[in-house]
């Protein structure tokens, strides 16, 4: 069964620096890893999406990559911003299989 | 509509009552998806749609949960005799069902409270 963990649980930054998340999964048979944005009180927004064959993706100041020999996946952000604190989670896609597996998320807060 | 919609936002109900959970999908979406998230926990998969296709429910808790999906859009999450471990975040999500893998739009959510 896959699992998915995220760590650390929580992270504060101060404005303008760049950080990475951490996101680990147990079974390197994915199909492919998300990576997603939530809001409080609001649904889950899709940031990047990174198939099995690929090593990263990039939108704007998102950098997403992913190794699936080690089982690891991690979200970059460039330049952090106040209006990127929200709760981020990845989800694993197994093969052949349409189920998200989440973590448990990392809630990012950016200091003005 | 333009996203995922669901009603109501926030439910409160008392301990052994039914309650049911709409999900309106994106228009011409034919793959539905119901998750749940509970208080520190992540979101777990209950019950998946595509098409005319029979529902994938390997991920409901229990028999005391049912979802049905009418004419391929509106989806209903019922819970039945509702127990406060039940209280959690139930979102719903769509995608187009034409390729795997495929990005899923999620609606805000319903916040259920059971008393």
């Known amino acids: 069964k896959q699992e998915v963990t995220q760590i650390p649980a929580a992270l504060s930054v101060p404005e303008g620096e760049n950080l990475v998340l951490n996101c680990s999964f147990t079974?390197?048979?994915?199909?492919?890893l998300q990576w997603f944005r939530q809001d409080p009180g609001k649904g889950l927004t899709s940031l990047l999406l990174?198939?099995?064959?690929?090593r990263e993706q990039t939108s704007g100041r998102l950098n997403a990559s992913l190794d699936k020999s080690s089982g690891r996946s991690t979200l970059y952000i460039a330049a952090s911003q106040p209006g990127d604190s929200a709760t981020y989670l990845c989800?694993?896609?197994?093969?052949?299989?349409?189920?998200?597996?989440f973590g448990k998320g990392t809630k990012l807060s950016v200091i003005p | 509509g333009a996203g995922v919609s669901q009603s109501p936002s926030n439910k409160v109900t008392e301990k052994g009552k039914d309650v049911e959970l709409r999900c309106d999908p994106i228009?011409?979406?034919?793959?539905l998806y119901w998750y749940r998230q509970s208080l520190g926990q992540g979101l777990e998969f209950l019950i998946y749609?595509?098409?005319?296709?029979?529902?994938?429910k390997s991920g409901l808790p229990s028999d005391r949960f049912s979802a049905e999906r009418t004419g391929g859009s509106v989806s209903t999450l019922t819970i039945q005799r509702t127990q406060q471990e039940d209280s959690a975040v139930y979102l719903c999500?769509?995608?187009?069902?034409?390729?795997?893998?495929?990005?899923?739009?999620f609606g805000p959510g319903t916040r259920l409270l059971v008393l």
């Open positions: 999500a769509s995608s187009s069902g034409t390729a795997t893998p495929e990005t899923q739009y």
């Open positions: 079974d390197s048979a994915i199909y492919n």
């Open positions: 990174i198939q099995s064959s690929q």
């Open positions: 989800a694993a896609t197994g093969a052949g299989s349409y189920q998200l597996t």
């Open positions: 228009s011409g979406h034919t793959a």
């Open positions: 749609f595509q098409g005319n296709s029979a529902p994938d």
